[in-house]
Nanobody, 124 residues
């Protein structure tokens, strides 16, 4: 069983940057594919980005391509989401998820492990 803890959220002006961290404990994070999802106020949880277990493959939602970058440091047991050029529509609670095979982008509930989330608010 792996436990996930997100951090790095906060309030930022439009055009600014934040880096979210997803720290894993319990089992080696290198065993898992990891993804980031977000849930805007009053909306469904949606896929943002994912990285394979090896780190060789990444996936992004069209809405964040070019602006966001996912990466992993297995030695530190942490997966990062670098968010640049933030927009007010990026405002949401951001969650990281881990799965022992691959991240399900279209059916988030199928991912095995979740963190508690971190709030990101982008002001205009």
């Amino acid at each position: 069983q792996v436990q996930l803890v997100e951090s790095g959220g906060g309030v930022v002006q439009a055009g600014g940057s934040l880096r979210l961290s997803c720290a894993a404990s319990g089992r080696t994070v290198s065993r898992y594919a990891v993804g980031w999802f977000r849930q805007p106020p009053g909306k469904e949880r949606e896929f943002v980005a994912a990285i394979s277990r090896s780190g060789s493959t990444t996936y992004y939602a069209d809405s964040v391509k070019v602006r966001f970058t996912i990466s992993r440091d297995d030695a530190k047991g942490t997966v990062y989401l670098q968010m640049n050029s933030l927009k007010p529509e990026d405002t949401a609670v951001y969650y990281c998820a881990a799965d022992s095979t691959m991240i399900s982008r279209t059916a988030p509930a199928q991912n095995d492990h979740w963190g508690q989330g971190t709030q990101v608010t982008v002001s205009s």
